[in-house]
């Protein structure tokens, strides 16, 4: 078994060294269930520097001596692409109290080892800490349980998710598009989870 790997925190521009190591491990990890996703490197890099050059964004990354094996990141939800905001407006929430949590992406060789509740700790400590925000939030990509393409070992994160205080919102949804293996351009539905921090008091 591997290591527990260092975990490690930087803040917008902070991040910049590390943005090409962040890309490939998104397109490695995404390549799989259920997202599928058939990464491109310049369009990665593009991606993650937009989050770098949020000064109150968070890359949290698990660091095996200087290898990035695991990466989680967050941003206030204004300082990403509009469609993130719609859901939220729509419901009539203000986006402005609303922190978004990006991936959070581990190689498997160093799953089970606590990392994935350290990367929600860090995001929500950071948030938190920034003192405006009334939520925490992600979104997770739809998929049919019936998928004849889902691995027979899958195990969906939902339940970990609940554990840690979120809800999924039915009804908060966006679409994004993104290549997938064997399929092209795909239009994808993606659901928000909330965590309510008022409501957790």
Not at 39 to 64: C, I, M, Q, T
Not at 73 to 83: C, K, S
Not at 90 to 109: C, D, I, K, N, W
Request: glycine residues 8%; negative net charge; proline residues 7%.
């Amino acid at each position: 078994m591997a290591k527990t790997p260092e975990i490690r925190s930087f803040h917008g521009e902070e991040a910049h060294p590390w943005l090409d190591d962040v890309a490939r491990l998104r397109m490695a990890v995404f390549a799989g269930w259920p997202y599928l996703y058939a990464g491109d490197a310049a369009y990665e890099r593009a991606y993650l520097a937009a989050y770098a050059r949020s000064p109150e964004s968070v890359f949290v990354l698990a660091l095996d001596r200087e290898r990035v094996v695991g990466a989680s990141t967050g941003l206030p939800l204004v300082d990403d692409e509009a469609a993130f905001s719609e859901p939220f407006r729509t419901a009539g929430m203000p986006a402005e109290r609303v922190f978004y949590f990006g991936e959070s992406v581990l190689l498997p060789g160093y799953r089970g080892l606590g990392v994935g509740h350290a990367f929600f700790d860090r995001r929500e400590a950071h948030a938190r800490a920034l003192g405006r925000f009334r939520w925490t939030a992600f979104c997770a990509v739809d998929r049919d349980g019936d998928d004849p393409r889902q691995p027979p070992d899958y195990r969906p994160n939902d339940a970990f998710w609940t554990r840690r205080g979120y809800a999924r919102q039915p009804g908060m949804t966006m679409h994004l598009p993104w290549n997938e293996a064997g399929h092209g351009e795909v239009a994808h539905a993606l659901t928000f989870w909330l965590r309510d921090w008022e409501q957790a008091r």
